[in-house]
């Protein structure tokens, strides 16, 4: 079974910094595709950041050039560090993956079939 944990969630001031990770268990491999997305009370979710197994990435336009998604396959967590943070950030963030390839490309809009539980992340202006 496909499990997801995320960690690393937290307060921090507007301009700060914070390292969120997600640690994958129930597969063997590098996952296909894997993503963050976030959502705030009152809004629809959101896709941040994605990363493929060939190493592409993929940003939502709000979060470019201040987050940076990053995959480490050996231990199969996906990382995402966020710095110059702002108000706006403030969210629920969670992880989603696709172990496999299934003939789909891995973009923000792709359908991962499995979610991490989330990790607040909370910005003060």
């Known amino acids: 079974q496909v499990q997801l944990v995320e960690f690393g969630g937290g307060s921090v001031q507007s301009g700060g910094s914070l390292r969120l990770s997600c640690a994958a268990s129930?597969?063997?491999?590098?996952?296909?595709?894997m993503a963050w997305f976030r959502q705030a009370p009152g809004k629809e979710r959101e896709g941040v950041a994605v990363?493929?197994?060939?190493?592409?990435?993929n940003y939502g336009d709000s979060v470019k050039g201040r987050f940076t998604i990053s995959q480490d396959n050996a231990k199969v967590t996906v990382s995402l560090q966020m710095d110059n943070l702002k108000a706006e950030d403030t969210a629920m963030y969670y992880c989603?993956?696709?172990?496999?390839?299934?003939?789909?490309?891995?973009?923000?809009?792709?359908?991962?079939?499995?979610w991490g539980q989330g990790t607040q992340v909370t910005v003060s202006s």
């Open positions: 989603a993956a696709d172990p496999w390839d299934r003939g789909r490309r891995c973009q923000i809009s792709y359908p991962f079939p499995y």
């Open positions: 129930g597969y063997v491999g590098s996952p296909y595709c």
């Open positions: 990363i493929g197994r060939d190493g592409s990435t």
